[in-house]
C-alpha cells in the first residue's frame, strides 16, 4: 500500500479493525488518529494510522525482556 495514500472512514476502519462508527463517535470526541476533512469527505493518512496504533501498543514484561536480549528466562 502507497504511503501517500489517503483512506475513507471505511477503509480506515478496517486498516484498525474497528467499526467505521468508532472512528466517527472517536471524531466527535476529539480522540482517535488524526485526520483531514476536505469539505464533508474526511480522510486519514496511513502514516498517521500506524502512528495511532503502534502508541497504542503496551508494553509487558515478556516483550520487555525480548527488546533487551535477555528472552523468556533471563529474569
Known sequence: MDERQKLNTQEAAAYLGVQP???EVWRCKH???????????????IRDLETF????????LESNDTRRGRGRHGL
Open 53 to 60: 496504533f503502534a502508541s497504542r501498543s503496551i508494553e509487558t
Open 21 to 23: 462508527n468508532t472512528l
Open 31 to 45: 480522540k482517535g488518529p488524526r485526520y483531514t476533512k476536505l469539505g464533508r469527505r474526511v480522510l486519514y493518512d
